[in-house]
């Protein structure tokens, strides 16, 4: 029973929206960027499992953001899904798969996407 609470009491904390302090040095949305991405970018769809809430959406995000090439990332956990930009000098999505499952969730499908 105790293990029980206390793998609840980690899930809940684990899973917070951040508060408005920690999302001051958040980029403003890329939804412009997402509607005409550059020339030498390359889109990607992913199905992942185990978001929950905003906060899993900003792990990813941030996650996938270090590497190197990414132009831009869109996580929707009421979805399931991860949209990212890629340049096409790096199209490779083994590191964003890897980055995704290292923060703890699970990459179902990568799917490219046309671009407009």
């Not at 951040?18 to 412009?32: F, H, L, R, Y």
């Not at 190197?68 to 790096?90: C, R």
Request: hydrophobic share 35%; net charge negative.
């Amino acid at each position: 029973m105790r293990s029980l609470l206390f793998i609840i009491l980690v899930f809940a904390i684990g899973c917070q929206t951040p508060t408005k302090k920690e999302t001051k040095t958040t980029p403003p949305p890329v939804e412009q960027t997402m509607i005409n991405p550059a020339q030498d970018a390359v889109v990607f769809e992913l199905a992942v499992e185990g978001m929950t809430c905003t906060g899993c959406e900003e792990t990813i995000k941030n996650s996938v953001n270090t590497l190197e090439g990414i132009q831009w990332v869109k996580a929707t956990h009421t979805d399931g899904k991860v949209v990212l930009a890629m340049t096409q000098s790096n199209p490779d999505t083994t590191g964003v798969k890897q980055k995704i499952e290292e923060a703890g969730y699970k990459v179902v499908s990568i799917t490219p996407q046309t671009t407009p």
